[in-house]
């Protein structure tokens, strides 16, 4: 079947640490990923994606790799800052199906 | 710039009450989607509509019903409201099927508590 395993949380870190939230998929096919981020009473938002293998998606300063070999997508960041604390989601999709799955989700808290 | 509409934010209902969950999106998508979110479950689909006029079950769908009024409206009903049903609920959109590197737009979730 197709599934998202994303690290547990919470994760807590310092202003300026570095970031790392680790997820891995499960897929019968060839799926995009996405990061979402979810901040307090909000809806999730897009944070980034890749749709092919080797591809890199970037937005404010968060990056994360799609590896085929690992299936992996890993979200970094290279210097948290407290605006980025929130929950974030892993997620794929798939080109049939119509269908989005998404892992549990990871909180992060960013103090100062 | 509205997006992805959900209405109310917070509900409070008693066990056996009913209710609807108004969603709509004015960016001309053709999918819906229904989730809930509950602690350490992260996201679960309810129900999903492809396109105008179709509806199907996603992972968690008993105990709740679906209309998809026009291409911009997709509802959720609770007919006889449950405590486990506490919840809040996400409706979300994507332009169309068949292009799985299009992102899901969402709204900003509906509180809702069951006594």
């Known amino acids: 079947g197709n599934s998202v395993t994303q690290m547990e949380g919470p994760v807590t870190l310092s202003e300026e640490a570095f970031l790392t939230i680790n997820c891995t998929y499960t897929?019968?096919?060839?799926?995009?990923l996405f990061w979402y981020v979810q901040y307090p009473g909000e809806g999730l938002q897009l944070l980034l994606k890749?749709?092919?293998?080797?591809d890199k998606g970037s937005n404010k300063g968060f990056e994360a790799t799609y590896r085929k070999e690992t299936t992996s997508f890993h979200l970094e960041k290279g210097s948290v800052q407290v605006s980025d604390s929130a929950v974030y989601f892993c997620?794929?999709?798939?080109?049939?199906?119509?269908?989005?799955?998404f892992g549990t989700g990871t909180s992060l808290t960013v103090i100062p | 710039n509205a997006g992805v509409t959900q209405t109310p934010k917070f509900q409070v209902l008693k066990t056996g009450q009913s209710m609807t969950l108004q969603c709509a999106q004015d960016m001309n998508h053709n999918s819906m989607y229904w989730y809930r979110q509950d602690p350490g479950m992260g996201l679960r689909l309810i129900y999903y509509s492809a396109s105008e006029g179709t509806t199907d079950k996603g992972e968690v769908p008993n105990g709740y019903n679906v209309s998809r009024l026009n291409k911009r409206e997709f509802s959720l009903r609770l007919e006889s409201a449950a405590p486990s049903q506490t919840s809040v609920y996400f409706c979300?959109?994507?332009?169309?099927?068949?292009?799985?590197?299009?992102?899901?737009?969402f709204g900003d979730g509906t509180r809702l508590s069951i006594l």
């Open positions: 890749a749709t092919k293998a080797d």
């Open positions: 979300a959109s994507t332009l169309d099927r068949g292009y799985s590197n299009q992102p899901q737009h």
């Open positions: 997620a794929l999709s798939l080109l049939t199906g119509n269908q989005f799955y």
């Open positions: 897929a019968t096919g060839y799926p995009s």
